[in-house]
């Protein structure tokens, strides 16, 4: 009896698909307990002919679609599955070989609406781009938090990279919506929260993340992520996430606001100034000054994101708008917060 279904979309990576096919051969949990469904996205370099005619341990299932993206190929995987919990890797993450083992383990600990989340780690025989390195460490940083308890993983937390749950839970909530490319895994996530599900940081279910992008690509994701938390907020009934958004905002070191406020909306002059952080970020990368690569990356990172954000709310103004509401309700609170405590007896 399958105990587990791994659904794996890919698209046009051949051979890192061959490492993560290697990765579950080599799991420490019975090969024979857990399927692998693996979704070509209409790759067109031979992908699905190699699934085809591969001689694995696994319980390997390759299906062909029309390319549709990664959302719609994981629904598909979800529509084949044989088993009642899922697993999502995605097609250049390589699982430790007890990640199944470890994933498993919280999900029969529990009887609560459990979603777990594993984390991405670097690979040690793996180098990657300086930007996917500033990614790669914003990532290490929330597991840090989470695996210390200094706060509990969120939606905003759930990657399908390496995270798993029930397929009840998957069809209760209508699956993933195709419609977007990115930030579709959070935008489920919402929906899932909101179903009561919890979610749990599983530290030693580790994935190998040999993530491989241009800069190009890597630009263009916070742009996506800020108009999809509108959206998301607008047409999916998450509205906490506009105040979230400006509150969050308002916590940014101040030279980072600062280059929010002088960018937004001028299209010129933010290229100008993301061609001079971009050249900063690469001469600090050449002279090993990591640390100046690092504060490039992160102000590139957060304008494209609050400049997606502004373009989906409709502008400049509007966002500013909401910021200084944000700003005038947490004054208000605080005020309050110290009127309370003035009135509690010594």
Known sequence: MLTLTVILPTYNRLSQLKLVLTGLEEQTYPLDKFEVIVVSDGSTDGTYE???NLQTPLQLRPIQQQNSGAAAARNTGIAHAQSELILFIDDDVVPAPNLIVEHLLIHNSTDEKVVVIGPMLNPPDYQMQPWVIWEQEM???????????????TARQFYTGNSSLALEYL???GGFDA??????DVELAYRLHDQGAKFVFAHKAVGYHYADRSFESWFAIPYAYGRNDIIFAHEKGQSWI?????????????????????LLDRVRLSRLVMKFFRATAKIGHQLHIQK??????????NFQYYQ???DELGGRTLFFENVKTTRREIIAWKKQEKANQEKVPA
Do not use: C, H
């Not at 100046?292 to 990172?301: D, H, Q, T, V």
């Open 139 to 153: 990532l290490y940083k929330q597991y840090d938090a989470m695996r210390e308890g200094e706060y509990r993983p």
């Open 242 to 262: 506009i105040p979230y958004v400006a509150k969050t905002f308002l916590w940014r070191n101040i030279f980072i606001i600062l280059l929010i406020w002088l």
């Open 171 to 173: 069809e209760a909530s």
């Open 179 to 184: 419609r977007f490319k990115r930030a579709e």
């Open 292 to 301: 100046l690569s690092k504060i490039a990356y992160s102000f590139m990172f």
């Open 50 to 52: 190699y699934l085809q």
């Open 308 to 310: 997606g954000v502004s």
